[in-house]
């Protein structure tokens, strides 16, 4: 898949000294985009812990991500979420909730109350963006969360009208039986909260996929009701795509893999232990990367479809890989496929929060919690640490890093670039790189997604570098992970294969 076009601005004029094996890169940076103090943020649930904010290690997991938002209770919890008591509403029939949230909360006795969760923001200096229950509670009872949130001196800046009840759930289709009924609720609630919190952004759900009759043009049918939101969430989920499959069926709670897709160029085995090392084996063919470094592309461009109006903000409040028993998840090659995410999300201005599903958590946590996260391998034994940051938190942490204390940023390209051709000959990128801005500041990265070294003159551009590397296979467990140098910029600077790099 190509990239979108980008229409550029003034060029940034560069000229470059490379050895003689290494051809000439000009770099340019497009059209600058205004960007939030908070842009970057984490799904934050994690009731997996009791009271988590009693706990050292997860104020320092937090920290370590360098994120500036943490929502609050988290995803699919929150449609059963009960704010007086920090927990699962246990009163709720088991039969109005997914069996997950049943087996883990039901008959739980920890607690994530809103106290803890504002002794953790203040903290880490994170900001706080709530998830309320339009499903279970009234609106009153969620008032009253945003009351609390603002008597333990917070400030009640975001705010979720909800998650995902665009899923045909027996109690999203009771409560709310089309997006109209939806929208309507929404236009009365977000009301009685402006009036209470003028300052407070709003944002309905979003939807992209046409299904069955309730959810197909869910985006224009919720607006068409609620005109008062302030913006549209938007969640995105990539299936793996290594083996060149487009179209991938919604994988809903299915695990990755366990859904045959004829659109396949390569045939994985079905046997788990030897499909997991067929996918390492894959590693080593570019085609094979750029397969499913477009399928990932393809995931984050849903936003394209996304109905909303092209002026109205979107808050990107859940995104991740759907690798489940992969191989690839957990490698640097995942920590690629995150930055591809985060890049795709960067080009559309619309734009203005992009949030990491989730902080801690089994399939897709930014912090490793425990030493047993790389049990799903089957071929070798891994023993994660606790505390350190996955593949993709710690992509994370590089972006929230480059966008730290800026206000724009623009894109990099770079002409004569290589590119990567998948099965299908369409192409991704070899560099992509972002230039962050705030007046006379700047800081750049830039990201070598081929297996050759590539040089770019870095004049104008920063004083020093940080540069991190790896093989794609690489399993990681924080930047100690990876190989890294740094030091002064000078003319030129030399990207290693597969690597990332900060100028400053």
């Known amino acids: 898949m190509k990239l979108r076009p980008v229409y550029f601005g003034a060029l940034l004029i560069v000229t470059i000294g490379l050895s003689a094996a290494t051809a000439q890169i000009p770099v340019r940076f497009g059209k600058t985009r205004p960007i939030p103090v908070a842009l970057f943020g984490m799904n934050g649930n994690i009731t997996a812990y009791d009271t988590p904010f009693d706990r050292p290690n997860v104020v320092a997991g937090l920290q370590e991500t360098g994120v500036s938002l943490l929502r609050y209770p988290g995803g699919m919890i929150a449609n059963h979420w009960n704010f007086a008591t920090g927990g699962v509403d246990k009163s709720e029939p088991d039969s109005d909730m997914q069996p997950w949230i049943v087996s883990n909360f039901k008959n739980s006795t920890r607690t994530y109350t809103l106290e803890n969760y504002a002794k953790g923001l203040k903290a880490t200096g994170t900001a706080p963006i709530l998830v309320l229950n339009m499903l279970g509670k009234d609106l009153e009872h969620n008032l009253n969360a945003l009351r609390n949130l603002r008597d333990l001196g917070l400030p009640v800046r975001y705010v979720e009208m909800g998650n995902e009840y665009y899923f045909g759930l027996v109690k999203m289709k009771r409560v709310f039986p089309t997006p109209e009924d939806y929208g309507r609720a929404c236009q009365t609630w977000i009301a009685a909260i402006k009036k209470e919190f003028p300052q407070t952004q709003c944002a309905i759900i979003g939807y992209y996929i046409n299904g069955d009759a309730r959810n197909t043009d869910w985006t224009k049918r919720v ?52 499909r997991q090392r067929w ?226």
């Open 223 to 274: 607006l068409s009701e609620c005109t008062n939101a302030d913006a549209i969430t938007f969640h995105t989920y990539s299936a793996l795509g290594l083996d060149g499959s487009i179209k991938q069926p919604d994988l809903g709670l299915a695990k990755e893999g366990k859904v045959k897709n004829p659109t396949a160029t390569r045939v994985m085995p079905d046997d788990m232990a030897e």
């Open 279 to 504: 996918e390492i084996g894959q590693l080593s063919d570019p085609k094979a990367v750029a397969n499913t470094l477009s399928r990932v592309q393809t995931s984050a461009s849903a936003l394209d479809k996304l109905g909303s109006p092209a002026t109205m903000p979107v808050w990107i409040t859940e995104f991740n890989m759907r690798a489940d028993d992969s191989a690839i998840r957990g490698t640097w090659l995942n920590g690629l496929q995150i930055s591809t995410f985060l890049t795709r999300f960067l080009e559309d201005p619309r734009v203005d929060m992009i949030l990491y599903h989730n902080l801690f958590g089994n399939l897709f946590a930014a912090v490793y919690q425990n030493d047993h996260e790389f049990d799903y391998l089957l071929n070798e034994k891994i023993v994660s640490k606790p505390g350190t940051l996955s593949a993709g938190g710690l992509m994370m942490r590089f972006y929230a890093q480059a966008a730290q204390g800026m206000t724009s940023a623009a894109p990099a390209t770079f002409d004569k670039a290589p590119t990567l051709a998948n099965d299908r000959g369409e192409t991704v990128s070899g560099l992509v790189g972002w230039q962050f801005v705030n007046g006379p500041k700047k800081r750049t990265l830039l990201i070598n997604q081929t297996a050759q070294s590539q040089s770019i003159v870095t004049t104008s551009l920063g004083t020093s570098f940080r540069q991190y590397h790896a093989p794609l296979e690489t399993y990681v467990q924080g930047a100690e992970s990876l190989q890294q140098r740094n030091g002064p910029v000078g003319q030129t600077l030399t990207l290693a294969p597969y690597s990332l790099t900060l100028i400053d």
